[in-house]
């Protein structure tokens, strides 16, 4: 039984990880919206940001804000003001 509930958190935490689907925001057809939900539409250094400032009051705090951070700034220094 207790490998049976591991397994499925496990699961559960690789399909639909507490930490990206923590927002309140729901759609129009009933379904939380996922961070993934928005980022896979961006690139990679925005779609980065976007899910470290999604997630740092559920998982990794200032930490992920220095992360969004760094994205935020690598994609400045790569791209500037480029749409891309
Ligand atoms: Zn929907």
Same mark, same amino acid.
């Given at each position: 039984?207790?490998?049976? #509930?591991?397994?499925?958190?496990?699961? =559960? !935490?690789?399909?639909?990880?507490?930490?990206?689907?923590?927002?309140?925001?729901?759609?129009?057809?009933?379904?939380? #919206?996922?961070?993934? =939900?928005?980022?896979?539409?961006?690139?990679? !250094? #925005?779609?980065?940001?976007?899910?470290?400032? $999604?997630?740092?009051? !559920?998982?990794?705090?200032?930490?992920?804000?220095?992360?969004?951070? $760094?994205? #935020?700034?690598?994609?400045?220094?790569? $791209?500037? !003001?480029?749409?891309?």
């Amino acid at each position: 039984m207790r490998e049976t #509930i591991a397994a499925y958190e496990a699961q =559960d !935490n690789v399909n639909h990880p507490k930490h990206y689907n923590s927002s309140p925001a729901i759609c129009e057809c009933g379904r939380r #919206i996922e961070c993934i =939900d928005i980022t896979r539409h961006m690139n990679f !250094n #925005i779609g980065n940001a976007v899910k470290y400032l $999604w997630r740092y009051l !559920n998982k990794g705090g200032l930490e992920d804000l220095k992360k969004a951070r $760094w994205y #935020i700034e690598d994609h400045i220094k790569h $791209w500037g !003001n480029t749409v891309s």
